[in-house]
């Protein structure tokens, strides 16, 4: 079994930037495609980016220009680079490590308890 564990979180200003990181505990993940998802209060959880095995990148519309995602297998971590945050960025960020297989965005796998984001305007 594979655990993620997210850190990086904080408390930044609209503008500003953060890296986020999930390490996995348990096997390797060289195999494993990671993603992130994040939930903002009252609203549903989200699909945010995702890096295949092989180094393949997804992101959600949103992100697009803003984040970006990238993998250091012999760490066994991602990272999340988020630059040019803004309040509605606020929310809480959850690593998933899935199959091969999976579709990146449908949140199978394994998930990490979260880590909080908040963006002052």
């Known amino acids: 079994q594979v655990q993620p564990v997210e850190s990086g979180g904080g408390l930044v200003q609209a503008g500003g930037s953060l890296r986020l990181s999930c390490a996995a505990s348990?096997?390797?993940?060289?195999?494993?495609?990671v993603g992130w998802f994040r939930q903002a209060p009252g609203k549903e959880r989200e699909f945010v980016a995702a890096i295949s095995w092989n180094g393949g990148t997804y992101y959600a519309d949103s992100v697009m220009s803003r984040f970006t995602i990238s993998r250091d297998n012999a760490k066994n971590t991602v990272y999340l680079q988020m630059n040019s945050l803004k309040p509605e960025d606020t929310a809480v960020y959850y690593c998933?490590?899935?199959?091969?297989?999976?579709?990146?965005?449908?949140?199978?796998?394994?998930w990490g308890q979260g880590t909080q984001v908040t963006v002052s305007s």
């Open positions: 998933n490590i899935h199959g091969v297989e999976a579709n990146p965005r449908s949140g199978d796998g394994y």
């Open positions: 348990g096997r390797t993940f060289g195999n494993y495609g």
